[in-house]
C-alpha cells in the first residue's frame, strides 16, 4: 500500500477532526510498515490496538459535531464508524490468535482511508464551510 501523505486537499473544513486524520492516517501507515515484521510481532498488535482506540476517540467527536450541527447523514455515517470498529476489534482478536491477515487488513484500511475519510467525512466541509471552522 502507498503510504498515505497528508496533503491539504483532504482538509474537511475542520482543523480538530483534519488533526485527527492526519494522527489515523500516520496509524495505517505505520500498519503497513509492519506488514515486513508480520502480523503477530508486538508493534503490529500495539498500533493495532492504538488504531481501534484513536478511532474511537475521533469517531465520538466527530459524531458529536454531526449530531450538534444537524447534519443530515449521520445516521448512516455513524454506522460506517461502528462498523469499522467492529471489523478492527474483529482483526485485533485474530493478531492475539495469531491469525490475522495483515494484507487484507491493509487494503481495509487503504480502502476505507478513500471511501470514508475522502469521501463521506469530505461531505461535512459545506457545513463547517458555513459554520467558518470547528
Ligand atoms: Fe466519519
Ligand atoms: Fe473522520
Known amino acids: 500500500?502507498?503510504?498515505?501523505?497528508?496533503?491539504?486537499?483532504?482538509?474537511?473544513?475542520s482543523a480538530v477532526l483534519d488533526e485527527h486524520h492526519q494522527h489515523l492516517a500516520g496509524l495505517i501507515?505505520?500498519?503497513?510498515?509492519?506488514?515486513?515484521?508480520?502480523?503477530?510481532?508486538?508493534?503490529?498488535?500495539?498500533i493495532l490496538c492504538?488504531?481501534?482506540?484513536?478511532?474511537?476517540?475521533?469517531?465520538?467527536?466527530?459524531?458529536?459535531l454531526m449530531e450538534e450541527h444537524g447534519f443530515p447523514r449521520r445516521q448512516m455515517h455513524?454506522?460506517?464508524?461502528?462498523?469499522?470498529?467492529e471489523a478492527i476489534s474483529d482483526t485485533s482478536y485474530e493478531a492475539t490468535q495469531g491469525c490475522c491477515d495483515i494484507e487484507h487488513l491493509v487494503c481495509y484500511l487503504s480502502d476505507w482511508w478513500e471511501r470514508h475519510i475522502l469521501?463521506?467525512?469530505?461531505?461535512?466541509?459545506?457545513f463547517f464551510a458555513a459554520l467558518g471552522g470547528n
Request: net charge negative; charged share 25%; proline share 5%.
Open 1 to 13: 500500500m502507498p503510504k498515505i501523505l497528508w496533503n491539504p486537499s483532504f482538509s474537511i473544513g
Open 29 to 46: 501507515n505505520r500498519l503497513a510498515e509492519c506488514a515486513t515484521g508480520g502480523a503477530h510481532s508486538e508493534a503490529f498488535v500495539d
Open 50 to 64: 492504538e488504531l481501534a482506540q484513536y478511532a474511537k476517540y475521533h469517531f465520538t467527536h466527530e459524531e458529536k
Open 78 to 85: 455513524s454506522g460506517e464508524h461502528t462498523r469499522f470498529c
Open 119 to 126: 469521501q463521506e467525512d469530505m461531505q461535512l466541509k459545506p
